[in-house]
């Protein structure tokens, strides 16, 4: 859904737990970026200063996903 926007800070917050709690090394954030864009769709933005990652939004029951 390109008008679904996520806040980075939080996206990345949701990674690195969901990682932590399966027992994975989550990625740095530089790394996760670069994941998320090579999946197509999802792009950097930006609104009043807040960084946002456009194309992507959170699923409270997301499962099996990683970058």
Known sequence: ???AVVPKKQLYS???SFSEQ???VPVSKIAFGRKLQERGGITP???DGTRL???I???SQ???WAP
């Open 14 to 16: 949701e990674y690195v």
């Open 53 to 55: 990652w456009r194309g």
């Open 57 to 59: 939004m959170l699923n």
């Open 62 to 64: 997301t499962t099996g």
């Open 1 to 3: 859904d390109s008008a």
């Open 45 to 47: 933005a930006k609104n």
């Open 22 to 24: 399966n027992g994975d």
